[in-house]
Every structure is written in structure tokens, then in C-alpha cells.
């Protein structure tokens, strides 16, 4: 266990539809951090945020956005969802913006399909 | 124009095999990661480097910053090593992540 939680595991929605895709960080990590997985595309990163603000902007489309929220939870907004979309999302944290000496920890995933 | 190239994309070993992965990217960057996912879906960072090479139980990781290398070595491997070996680079600028498509290992008994 990573200490690294996000919910849901799974997540069916329709085209068109709008999902909210949340990660619990470890205890004391500021870092959160969002990728994509899709079997034509690989590992993506998305975004990054610490301690509250955007550090970072990967390949992420204008119809998702990110937050992280005081208690340093994060929410990944997935609007207008196409069926390109369905992917596995995980989120990372790291105690710190990601350098030589940070490590990151990664949530078990949510697996999206969208039909 | 993959930022993060890996080799080789599939591997098959016998147990107790001396094995490498290679991962070359073409980014100046602070850090690379050596991640391992399960069947299952579930990640996890195995090493971070950024010089050197670094050890944990049967699995090392070196990385040469002047030839933008790195090699992920497992010896004695085993079955439960079967997993895709992801290589990911934080490059320098925009502090942005870069990943290599895996390479899928199989560890036959």
C-alpha cells in the first residue's frame, strides 16, 4: 500500500458525460501528481500541483482541469468525455516538487471506460 | 518523436537470468525514474536517480547523464519479476515528465 488512495477503482460513463476522478496524497505530501494510461498512448503526464498551486502542465487536454484543495486532496475534472478517453488515471505524491531526491508514490488507479 | 526510448519492448527469461532494460532519452533532465507495473494495473517507483547507480535487493540502476542512458538490471530474476519496467524522465524544463512505453517482462519458472 502506497498510502496513496484514489477513488473511484472503476468508473463507466457515456460520451458526453462529465466525471470527477479524486486522490487522497500520503500524510504529509504536498506534490500531487496526474497521469494518463491509454493503450495507444503510453504513460502521459498531465499536471502537477503543490501545496494548493499549479507546478506543472503535461499533456492535458482543455476539456480536463485539476485542483488541489486545502486538505491537499485533488480532483481530476473530465468534461465532454469521448470515448478516446477511456484510460487508466493514476495520481502520484511526493513530499516535495519532484527532483533527484523526491520519490513518488502512485495510487492504485481509475480505470475509465467511456461507452 | 519519443522523448524516452526504451529497449528492448518485450523480453523473455528464464528464472534466475541476469536481466537488462535500456532507456535512452534525448531531454536535459534532473531526474529518472524506474517504475514497475503489475497485471493488476498498479504502479510503483522502484528507483530515482539523477547520477550513478543505485541497489535494492536484486534489482540496480545506473544512469550516465553525459550519454543520456540508463540500465535497469535484475539478476536471479524470478517469476514474480514478470511486470512492464516503465523509464521516466523529469526534464529540466517545464519540469514535465517524459515516459517510455515499457518494457514487458516474462519470467518463466
Known amino acids: 500500500d502506497s498510502g496513496v488512495t484514489q477513488t473511484p477503482k472503476h468508473l463507466i460513463t457515456a460520451t458526453g458525460q462529465r466525471v470527477t476522478l479524486r486522490c487522497s496524497p500520503r500524510?504529509?505530501?504536498?506534490?500531487v501528481y496526474w497521469y494518463q494510461q491509454s493503450l495507444d498512448q503510453g504513460l502521459q503526464f498531465l499536471i502537477q500541483?503543490?501545496?494548493?498551486?499549479?507546478?506543472a502542465k503535461g499533456n492535458i487536454l482543455e476539456r480536463f482541469s485539476a485542483q488541489q484543495f486545502p486538505d491537499l486532496h485533488s480532483e481530476l475534472n473530465l468534461s465532454s468525455l469521448e470515448l478516446g478517453d477511456s484510460a487508466l488515471y493514476f495520481c502520484?505524491?511526493?513530499?516535495?516538487?519532484?527532483?533527484?531526491?523526491?520519490?513518488?508514490?502512485f495510487g492504485q488507479g481509475t480505470r475509465l471506460t467511456v461507452v | 518523436k519519443n522523448e524516452v526510448e526504451q529497449s528492448p519492448q518485450n523480453l523473455t527469461a528464464q528464472e534466475g537470468e541476469f536481466i537488462t532494460i535500456n532507456c535512452s532519452y534525448s531531454?536535459?533532465?534532473?531526474?529518472l525514474h524506474w517504475l514497475q507495473q503489475h497485471p493488476g494495473g498498479g504502479i510503483v517507483s522502484l528507483f530515482m536517480?539523477?547520477?550513478g547507480k543505485k541497489k535494492h535487493g536484486r534489482l540496480i540502476a545506473t544512469i550516465n547523464i553525459q550519454e543520456k542512458h540508463s540500465s535497469l538490471h535484475i539478476t536471479a530474476s524470478h517469476p514474480r519479476d514478470s511486470a512492464v519496467y516503465i523509464c521516466?524522465?523529469?526534464?529540466?524544463?517545464?519540469?514535465?515528465?517524459?515516459f517510455g512505453t515499457g518494457t514487458s517482462l516474462t519470467v518463466i519458472p
Open positions: 502520484a505524491s511526493s513530499v516535495a516538487v519532484q527532483g533527484a531526491d523526491t520519490e513518488a508514490f
Open positions: 500524510s504529509g505530501d504536498l506534490s
Open positions: 500541483y503543490y501545496n494548493g498551486e499549479e507546478r
Open positions: 531531454v536535459g533532465i534532473s531526474a
Open positions: 536517480l539523477s547520477s
Open positions: 521516466a524522465v523529469l526534464a529540466y524544463t517545464g519540469n514535465q515528465f517524459y
